[in-house]
């Protein structure tokens, strides 16, 4: 079994400030670790990944996010906030040695970033 | 590149009817999965489709639900007997190669079905 907890439903943060989305993760084998971004009317985006190597990934529009296996978390994050990147934010994972292809999501956590 | 789109956008329909939703896959992606969005929750796994065939289908609720991908391309969400518990954003997702190789997934808009 796998699954996926965003504690925080919202998160509010000023423009400029740093950001922090927490997600952590239960899997039993490998972790595959994944971030996606919604805005309204539109599909999920993909923003990084975390499957081997490296703990800290780096992805799209200046976000990265660090796996920490002691943890089991995988917080995204951003330095510096725009007000653009006000949005849904959904963490997944699937288990790299399940014969499945399964994501399992979080519940989201919303970004609000305020000029 | 042209993404994954899906068919229709949104789709309202009466209590008791059949259904079909259409996903159109990134081309040459053969990996494809459907999956269940409802209000303020993240999106549920289907089905997952390697090629023609259905690999993993453990997601799919009950035998209502049904999903074909004749050759490996298009694939139609198939629902009989619409419920009102069935309304949600349907989001379609392909990967060029399935996860074992830890490659993501491009999702399509989705599709809303609002069942009355």
């Known amino acids: 079994a796998q699954s996926v907890a965003q504690p925080e439903d919202q998160v509010n943060v000023a423009e400029g400030n740093p950001l922090t989305v927490k997600c952590t993760y239960s899997v039993s084998g490998n972790p595959y670790l994944f971030w996606y971004v919604q805005y309204p009317n539109r599909g999920l985006q993909f923003l990084l990944k975390y499957i081997t190597g490296d703990n800290l990934v780096k992805g799209s529009y200046g976000f990265e996010a660090e796996f920490n296996k002691s943890q089991t978390s995988f917080h995204l994050k951003k330095p510096s906030a725009l007000v653009s990147d006000s949005a849904l934010y959904f963490c997944a994972v699937r288990d790299g040695r399940a014969a499945g292809n399964k994501l399992t999501f979080g519940g989201g956590t919303r970004v609000l970033v305020k000029p | 590149g042209a993404g994954v789109s899906q068919t229709p956008s949104n789709k309202v329909t009466e209590k008791g009817k059949y259904v079909e939703l259409r996903c159109d896959p990134i081309s040459g992606h053969t990996a494809l999965y459907w999956y269940r969005q409802s209000l303020g929750q993240g999106p549920e796994f289907l089905i997952y489709?390697?090629?023609?065939?259905?690999?993993?289908d453990s997601g799919l609720p009950n035998d209502r639900f049904f999903a074909v991908r004749p050759e490996g391309s298009v694939s139609t969400l198939k629902i009989q007997r619409t419920e009102r518990g069935d309304s949600a954003v349907y989001l379609c997702?392909?990967?060029?190669?399935?996860?074992?190789?830890?490659?993501?997934?491009?999702f399509g808009p989705g599709t809303r079905l609002t069942v009355l």
């Open positions: 997702a392909s990967s060029l190669m399935s996860l074992a190789g830890g490659g993501e997934q491009f």
């Open positions: 489709f390697q090629g023609t065939g259905a690999a993993d």
